[in-house]
C-alpha cells in the first residue's frame, strides 16, 4: 500500500464567515468529509491523501492561496464548496473573468474587478458535469440523502465565481465548484457533508476513468 504522502492529493476549500454569516457551512461540510475516521476512510477508498483550505473571504487570500495549493500539491482534483442562498446544491460548470463587484471582508473588490489571472471571459469545467450529476443523485439516493442537486451556468460575481475561475485556470480539466444551502437552510450539515462528499468521489472516480492518476501539469 502507497504511503499516504505519496498518494495524489485531492484538495477540498471552504469558505469563512462573512457579512450575516458568523458561520459557513461550506467549510464545515469540508470539516465533516475529511476529518477523523470518515476522512481516513475516503483516503484509503480513494488511494488518496485528502488537503483542505480554509479560505477568508478575501480576494488577496484567493489570489496567493488558490496558485500556491496547485503548485505545491499537484493534485488529482480540486473541488471547491461555498454557499448559496436557498435549497438547492449546484455543481457550477463555469466561471468568469470579469464583473466582480461585490466587496470582501476587506471591503476590497479586484483591480477593474477582473480575476487576476487568465484572459478568456469564460472559462468552463471540462468534467462531464452531466454524467457527473447522474451518479451524484445515484449515489446520494443509494445513501437515502433527499436534496435537490442540479448544474449551473453561474457561480456568481463574488469570491465563489472569483475561485473558481482562478483555479479553472491552472486546469479546467480537473476542479468544480459546488454551491451548498446556507446556515439558515434547513437541511442539517450532514446531508450537506453527503454531497460534498458524493461530488468529491464520482469526480475522482471520473478523472481515474479518463485520465488515472496523472499530475496536474507543472509550470
Given at each position: 500500500?502507497?504511503?499516504?504522502?505519496d498518494?495524489?492529493?485531492?484538495?477540498?476549500?471552504?469558505?469563512?464567515?462573512?457579512?450575516?454569516?458568523?458561520?459557513?457551512?461550506?467549510?464545515a461540510a469540508v470539516c465533516q468529509i475529511t476529518q477523523g475516521d470518515r476522512g481516513k476512510s475516503i483516503e484509503e477508498s480513494l488511494g488518496v491523501r485528502l488537503v483542505t483550505e480554509h479560505m477568508p473571504v478575501s480576494y488577496d487570500f484567493a489570489?496567493?492561496?488558490?496558485?500556491?495549493?496547485?503548485?505545491?500539491?499537484?493534485?488529482l482534483f480540486v473541488l471547491h464548496v461555498g454557499i448559496h442562498v436557498?435549497?438547492?446544491?449546484?455543481?457550477?460548470?463555469?466561471?468568469?473573468?470579469?464583473?466582480?463587484?461585490?466587496?470582501?471582508?476587506n471591503g476590497k473588490t479586484p483591480e477593474q474587478n477582473i480575476c487576476r489571472v487568465g484572459?478568456?471571459?469564460?472559462?468552463?469545467?471540462?468534467?462531464?458535469?452531466?454524467?457527473?450529476?447522474?451518479?451524484?443523485?445515484?449515489?446520494?439516493?443509494?445513501?437515502?440523502?433527499?436534496?435537490?442537486?442540479?448544474?449551473?451556468?453561474?457561480p456568481g460575481n463574488f469570491l465563489c465565481g472569483y475561485s473558481f475561475y482562478t483555479s479553472l485556470c491552472a486546469d479546467a480539466e480537473r476542479c468544480l465548484f459546488l454551491h451548498i444551502p446556507p446556515p439558515s437552510s434547513s437541511i442539517p450539515i450532514e446531508h450537506k457533508a453527503d454531497v460534498v462528499e458524493a461530488v468529491m468521489i464520482r469526480s475522482v472516480e471520473q478523472l481515474r476513468a479518463t485520465c488515472g492518476n496523472r499530475e496536474a501539469p507543472r509550470s
Open positions: 500500500m502507497a504511503e499516504i504522502c498518494r495524489p492529493a485531492v484538495i477540498l476549500t471552504g469558505f469563512g464567515p462573512f457579512k450575516d454569516h458568523k458561520t459557513n457551512d461550506s467549510w489570489d496567493r492561496a488558490i496558485p500556491d495549493l496547485w503548485e505545491a500539491h499537484k493534485p436557498d435549497d438547492l446544491f449546484r455543481i457550477e460548470t463555469k466561471s468568469f473573468r470579469s464583473n466582480y463587484t461585490s466587496k470582501d471582508i484572459t478568456e471571459e469564460i472559462l468552463e469545467t471540462k468534467l462531464d458535469t452531466v454524467k457527473l450529476l447522474e451518479d451524484v443523485k445515484a449515489t446520494l439516493g443509494s445513501k437515502g440523502t433527499n436534496v435537490e442537486v442540479a448544474l449551473s451556468e453561474n
